[in-house]
């Protein structure tokens, strides 16, 4: 069999959806069970004799991975070779911050660009808000005001995805379908309304995609979640918040790890406004979380 170099674009378990060099797009099974390729995996493919399938045997060096530990506090890959993350939130589902961090502390740690978007914005939302997206603008991260019900922004979001590969991450129920299918000018991607019982939002998105956008660009539209966090170390995440990082330059001690340290200029940063105490509060927390998941104690 010929092996060819192949592109995954979509994910079903244990089967994908390769795209081919000469543009085809072909299903394909996965060769025993240790190979585990997720969408925007290079791998080597070839034709299985008789059948329409092919089957994936190698998958190859990855430049990057957005990863999670999954409740055997196993390191699970949710897509590879990606090159920046857009982290949505809404006024419905009530905006939980700290995933948005959590993603962006992720990417800051692939090394990928980050945006945060900001949907439904035809909807009512405080002040408190336009605070969160101000600190997140302050400290570099490109941020939208968008509405895929009223188009508003949506080529802004356009051009921010226009090169490269781009995965769609946040809480289920922000619109992520919902702003695919405005950006690619079609409905074919899934959306459902926010369930009323429990104003959370419900999975609509099954299988993780790759999709193409017309003006330049791919998008990975992922699973919607209610909480994630990276799979990391401790002493990884102050970098991930990169205010806190460049403050941590300045601490007393190299070791420190900005908790209750005496001459830690991070806390002396938050004392006098210059990093946000949300964000300082959000590092504390997800860095006593990593500390149970990697002593075993969660």
């Keep these: 069999m010929i092996q060819q170099d192949a592109l995954v674009v979509a994910t079903y378990s244990r089967r994908m959806q390769l795209l081919l060099p000469d543009g085809r797009r072909v299903e394909a099974r ?58 949505m939130a809404a006024p ?116 993780s995609a790759m999709l193409q956008l017309p003006g330049g660009g791919a998008v990975i539209d992922s699973p919607g979640v209610r909480d994630y966090a990276p799979a990391l170390q401790a002493d990884e995440v102050v970098l991930g918040y990169r205010e806190i990082a460049a403050s941590a330059q300045d601490c007393r001690f190299a070791n420190c790890r900005h908790l209750r340290e005496p001459g830690c200029a991070v806390k002396a940063a938050v004392d006098n406004g210059t990093i946000s105490k949300r964000r300082y509060d959000s590092y504390r927390h997800l860095l006593a979380l990593t500390t149970k998941l990697t002593s075993g104690q969660y």
């Design 92 to 207: 419905t589902p009530e905006p939980d911050w700290s995933i948005v961090d959590r993603y962006l502390c992720a990417a800051e740690l692939i090394g990928t660009g980050a945006v945060v978007v900001f949907n439904k914005s035809d909807l009512t939302a405080g002040g408190a808000v336009d605070e969160v997206l101000d600190d997140y603008a302050r400290i570099g991260y490109p941020t939208v005001r968008c509405s895929a019900r009223t188009n508003r922004n949506i080529d802004a979001v356009a051009g921010l995805l226009r090169d490269g590969v781009s995965i769609i991450v946040g809480q289920s129920g922000v619109g992520k379908s919902s702003l695919i299918n405005r950006l690619r000018e079609d409905d074919r991607q899934r959306v459902a309304a926010v369930s009323d019982k429990s104003g959370e939002g419900r999975h609509t998105t099954v299988n």
């Design 30 to 87: 996965i060769k025993g069970k240790r190979l585990k390729p997720v969408c925007g995996d290079r791998v080597e493919a070839e034709p299985i004799a008789d059948e329409p399938d092919w089957l994936i045997t190698t998958i190859g060096e990855r430049r990057n991975q957005l990863t999670r530990p999954n409740l055997r506090g196993k390191v699970e890959v949710l897509a590879a070779n990606i090159d920046r993350l857009l982290v």
